[in-house]
């Protein structure tokens, strides 16, 4: 249990970010910092020093005259301790007893008081660990700590310690056998440069300041100590959960917090463990002449004493963070890793800032090991602390000599400087810890973040463990839908290494202005076994749907690399301003498509209007050619129709689902149905590669989207009609139709039969083809009579080929002669196009 008043004083906890304290790298990166201040110093001194010039005396407990208490023994003052708390002091003090009679002392004829010079006792008790120690053997020596409380002002020259004997010969009782007055030159606690022996268990530790540092941040000095303690006994030292404190040239004392090393810890005999601790002082309290203090809770005696007061050094605030690409060891549990920072850049948004440093870790040790969930702090100049997510570090393992690089992205408000950050390394507070602490292995400078805006076709490079990949905004494209419109981002990724490289898992982030698009935002990875050859590129697309009455003026986009559930930012690109509007490619022109595996030339082949009686039909034709050495399912095109003041229509797409071979030419049919009285002029297809979900559309998949995408200029036309029925183009069908005989029967019924030739152009697939001929017999009486024939179902691809049909209606009833027009229509989903006319004249069958 902790006594009350050392809770609420001198344990009043400071919360700590892990980024605020930067200092503990001293302990690792610079382990000479207070060597070299002292050294300094002590160099400045000796150049001053003149041969008449003596060192000054620095006089210590072990100056006092020891205390009589037979002809031979003697007892010694070798500790003093004071812990300032609010309305009181905790004093110890310890006595070392050596017995050099020739027999057992009894420790229980001897006690100790403190009083004040000005004649105030304080009553005292023993230790709790001191208790039992009733007898002393000759020829050896023990310790015994006192324990009092004193007024809250004294020091240890205002005090007097008495040795005390019982002897009840003595009026009260007591013999006076001396005591200890402490001059006020003496110094009580243990010097810088000098060693204390901590006799708290059965076996005996060597304390000794190594290293001290302090850094400034905001309002507080950051104050890191290295103790080495040493097992000087024979058996293991346990951790006996000490306490550390700084204590102040005021009296004032500052908790300080281990890293997670620095509890629970064991040491073998004649081994030594560091302890790695900070405390938060206010800027306002001078640092010199402080001291560490260690401190015990004394369960049964419900009090937190001082056991130990070590002078510390005088420091002066360092700079000591590790440069951008300077690689920082750092000891782990199984072995030592090295950190750096790799790069950074910035996204300037209208309310903040989005700072992405990329961060390095390397596994310098032979053998795999989990690192700890480091955390991490960005502390801006004008002295905010900012918390970095780090997911990527959850379980993250490396092999011997293994290299990860994770991207550490923090928002910084628009109002608060990104000039000169640092970025702070912390470990976690130790499980068992009551302090909000974490504690720090390493502080950085940012290198100068560059922007990312406006970044279309600029590369950035992203270090990973396998070499250094190009990373390109290639374009953003904004293409409307049926739903709303499509933010779509090409991200190339380049592999200049000379080996294959293992592409990371990725996710997407759209963020649209301030707004992140939290939802239908998709990764469309090109390249589906996740590996890139030497030399080689590969695309990802990173879509998003927005509402087509949306304005906005910046895009921001994000590639994020996986880790099971997690997710971390690997890449960032931004866009302020319009979105350009895709590339036009002009009638007669190619479109090269250069998906990785999928390469593809596109080009309209031809486009019209079909006209209805409600509505029109657009309608386009690509011709589509692989162009890779060998078979490809070409791409699902999906796309839109757009006229020239911005109206869209969403396409109906036909192509073939099988395979295409090198330089195989096919067709891809594109339409939609348009109202009347649609501006037809410029119209466009906006058309490209069919997504569905998070990949591109396999064959006979259903397309939700697209990428990758042109628009490509129609210069709609309407077929020519021929005036007779010789070679009419149902691309890439020709028909020519011969020999037409319509025939009397003089009833209601007529026949009419002919003989066609019926050609395809074999140079072009085709997927489904939704086209008919259509016959439409129109009689000299203004009678329509109509028939669809399927090309390769209904009329054979042949020449002589021969087919017909009939019809019937009253106006044929006893007819014998008369003439009619035989016209042949490209009909195509309800909509007709007329392909020639021509006249002829029945024949009768009927017999005068």
Known sequence: MRNSAWEDNALKRIPITAAALGISLLMTSAPGAMAAASTTKAATTATKTTASTKKPVLHTLANLSPVKITAKSTVRLTDVNILTLSDESILTYTLTIQNNDSKTMDLLDYWSKVKTVSGTTYSTSL??????????????????????????????????????????????????????????????STPSDQSKTLRITDTPVKAQVKQVASFVSGDYNYVSVSLDMTNIGYKLFEDPKFKFMIRTSTGASYPMSGDPTSSDYKIQPQDVKTLNL???????????????????????????????????????????????????????????????????????????????????????????????????????????????????????????????????????????SIENPRLFMNLPSAAESTENISY???????????????????????????????????????????????????????????????????????????????????????????????????????????????????VQISLLEKFGENSSEWVQFSNT??????????????????????????????????????????????????????????SQFAGVFKTSNGQTYKASVSQIDTSAGPQEKNIVALWAKIPKRTTMTDMKLIVGE????????????????????????????????????SSLDLFPY?????????????????????????????????????????????????????????????????????????FDDAVFEERKAGSFTLNVYDLFQGQKVKLGSQGFYYYSDVIN
């Not at 023990?142 to 002002?153: D, W």
């Open 734 to 806: 020709t028909l020519t139709v011969k020999s037409v005989k319509a025939s009397l029967s003089g009833t209601r019924s007529v026949s009419l039969n002919f003989d066609y030739d019926l050609n395809r152009n074999m140079d072009y697939g085709i997927g489904e083809f939704g086209h008919k001929f259509l016959f439409e017999v129109v009689d000299s009486s203004g009678r329509v009579f109509e028939k669809e024939f399927t090309p390769e179902t209904d009329l054979r691809i042949t020449n002589g080929g021969s087919a017909g049909f009939s």
């Open 440 to 554: 720090p292995v390493a502080f950085f400078t940012v290198p100068e973040a560059k922007a990312v805006e406006n970044m279309i076709g600029t590369k950035q490079f992203v270090q990973t463990k396998n070499g250094i990949l190009g990373v390109t905004l290639a374009s953003l494209q904004r293409l409307p839908w049926s739903d709303g419109d499509l933010v779509t981002a090409k991200i190339t990724i380049d592999n200049s290494n000379f080996k294959t490289t293992q592409l990371p898992e990725l996710g997407g982030l759209v963020q649209i202005d301030s707004a992140k698009l939290t939802t239908d935002t998709k990764v469309i990875v090109t390249q589906t076994a996740g590996l890139l050859g030497a030399a080689m590129s590969t695309d990802v697309y990173v879509t998003a749907k927005v509402p087509s009455y949306l304005d906005f003026s910046q």
């Open 690 to 725: 069919g997504t569905t979900d998070d990949k591109l559309t396999p064959v006979k998949g259903e397309v939700n989207g697209y990428v990758n995408a042109a628009a490509l200029e129609l210069g709609l036309s309407t077929p020519s009609i021929k005036t007779n029925l």
């Open 127 to 188: 230790m709790s660990k001191d208790k039992d120690k009733k007898k002393l053997s000759a020829g050896s020596s023990t310790t015994i700590t006192y324990v009092a409380r004193i007024a809250k002002h004294l020091k240890p020259e205002n005090l007097v310690f008495q040795v005390i004997k019982w002897d009840f010969s003595q009026a009260g009782y007591e013999a006076l056998k001396g005591q200890f007055k402490i001059p006020a030159g003496y110094l009580t």
């Open 577 to 634: 301003g319009s979105i350009p509007e895709p590339a036009t490619v002009a009638k007669g022109q190619v479109y090269a498509i250069d998906t990785l595996g999928r390469q593809q030339d596109v080009s309209v082949k031809r486009s019209f209007l079909y006209t209805g009686q409600s509505s029109d039909l657009v309608y386009a034709e690509l011709e589509v050619s692989n162009q890779e050495d060998h078979q490809i399912d070409l």
């Open 278 to 416: 900070v405390a938060q002082i206010p800027k306002t309290i001078k640092l010199a002449n402080m001291e560490l203090q260690l401190a015990l809770d004394d369960e049964t005696a419900k009090v937190t004493l001082p056991i130990a007061t070590m002078q510390l050094p005088n420091i002066s605030n360092t700079s000591l963070a590790v440069e951008p690409n300077v690689e920082k060891y750092i000891p782990v549990t199984n072995g030592k890793i090295s950190v750096k920072v790799a790069s950074a850049v910035v996204n300037k948004n209208f309310d903040e800032h989005s700072l992405s440093i990329r961060f390095g870790f390397r596994n310098t040790s032979g053998t795999t090991f989990t690192l700890p969930k480091y955390q991490f702090e960005l502390q801006t100049s004008d002295g905010y602390r900012l918390p970095i997510s780090a997911p990527a570090l959850d379980n993250l393992t490396l092999q011997p000599l293994e290299e990860r690089f994770i991207t550490l992205p923090v928002i910084v408000p628009a109002n608060v």
